[in-house]
């Protein structure tokens, strides 16, 4: 048996009845609703203002009724209503980030996965604690600007899709950097980027086990990362700000992967000693997560960061990808969160997968 996340009150809303799976009308929205309409789940786009259009190009993944709001931050005002739809909320990265991880956490609706994993996310300072005390493999982190030896990368808190990421070959070029919030600086490592799209079931009782569930991975992406990437990186920054282009790292687009196979067990290995972790320090993680690293030459794969919810490259895989395929024929991450919502419920376990 998993740990109870979700109250019996928090439960009330959606008790003897079919939950309605809700969320943002961003990011990963379309594969969450047509992953729940395969699997018989009613769904509820919230907006931003009116609607968005282009759902109506996409008659399998636009959601069967919407909510309007002005805006996210007025969601919680809105909690009563999304009760009474009987909604489980999906989380996402956009629906995070602009709703605020304080916010998100104190959302009186039912939410799919652990939501106490927000504070270990949002904080990078308390993520690195997660993954470092995990036993996983990070790239050296600066605590003294006046310490950095060789290329670094400053990041920010939170979801922002590469949003004001900045790179320094060294020392010096770090000294000409002025941050604007809270930030961590963090070793550059040479390799190739993957993007690793986990999912933890907490019910399951086969497949690559891991505490009392299973570990499955369902797909792999890599980023296209606006106006700098990959090699060039390190020595295009300078050309590029004497040209006055400012480079960004904000995430434009996704290409799909896949690993050595021989790698895959280290693959898991990574994965495994994650959620191992999460359980003891918050209770788990449930449904999706995204480790992210970096595959070095000599195949030492470097964890950079872990998103702990559906990620955007799954959108790549609304079919399936080569891993996904091998769990269930054109399984998406969006239906595999509709098929533990139904397992949950027809289990009787929702509050194991629900907080």
């Known amino acids: 048996m998993g740990i109870p996340l979700a109250s019996e009150a928090r439960l009330a809303s959606i008790r003897d009845r079919v939950p ?40 399998l993944g ?26 489980v909320v999906i989380p996402h990265g956009s629906f995070v980030e602009y709703l605020g991880a304080e916010a998100f ?42 310490e950095v030896d060789g290329p670094v990368i400053v990041k920010y808190y939170g979801a922002k899709g590469g949003k004001g990421f900045y790179l320094a070959k060294n020392r010096r070029a770090l000294d000409a950097f002025t941050p604007t919030g809270p930030h961590v600086i963090q070793e550059y490592v040479l390799g190739t ?26 797909g792999m992406d890599r980023r296209d990362e606006a106006n ?11 050309e590029l700000l004497k040209a006055g282009i400012r480079p960004t790292f904000v995430v434009t687009g996704n290409v799909p992967v896949i690993l050595r196979e021989s790698l895959l067990e280290r693959a898991f290995d990574v994965g495994a000693r994650i959620i ?18 970096i595959m070095t030459e000599e195949l030492e794969f470097k964890v950079f960061e872990i998103s702990t919810r559906i990620v955007a490259g799954t959108n790549l895989f609304i079919s399936g990808s080569p891993y996904s395929d ?25 509050a194991e997968i629900l907080s």
């Open 326 to 350: 091998l769990v269930a024929p054109g399984l998406s991450t969006g239906r595999r969160i509709a098929q533990e919502l139904k397992r949950g419920r027809d289990s009787d376990r929702l």
């Open 276 to 293: 191992e972790r999460s359980i003891e320090l918050f209770g788990g993680m449930v449904g999706p997560f995204c480790v992210e690293g």
């Open 228 to 238: 700098i990437d990959e090699l060039y990186k390190l020595g295009a920054q300078e």
């Open 105 to 146: 956490g104190a959302l009186d609706v039912p939410v799919f996965g652990n939501r106490a994993v927000l504070a270990w996310e949002s904080d990078r300072r308390k993520e690195r604690d997660w993954l470092d005390s995990a036993g996983v493999s990070m790239p050296k982190l600066f605590e003294d600007p006046s």
């Open 20 to 59: 309605t799976v809700a969320t943002l009308c961003s990011h990963s929205s379309l594969q969450i609703f047509h992953g729940a309409r395969l699997e018989g789940f009613p769904t509820l786009g919230i907006s931003v203002g009116p609607p968005p259009r282009f759902y109506d190009a996409f008659p």
């Open 62 to 87: 636009r959601p069967d009724r919407f909510l309007p709001v002005a805006s996210v931050k007025e969601l919680p005002h809105v909690a009563d209503r999304l009760r009474s739809e009987g909604a």
């Open 193 to 218: 980027r993957y993007y690793l799209h986990f999912f933890y079931s907490p019910l399951s009782d086969r497949g690559y086990r891991v505490g009392h569930g299973s570990l499955e991975l369902l």
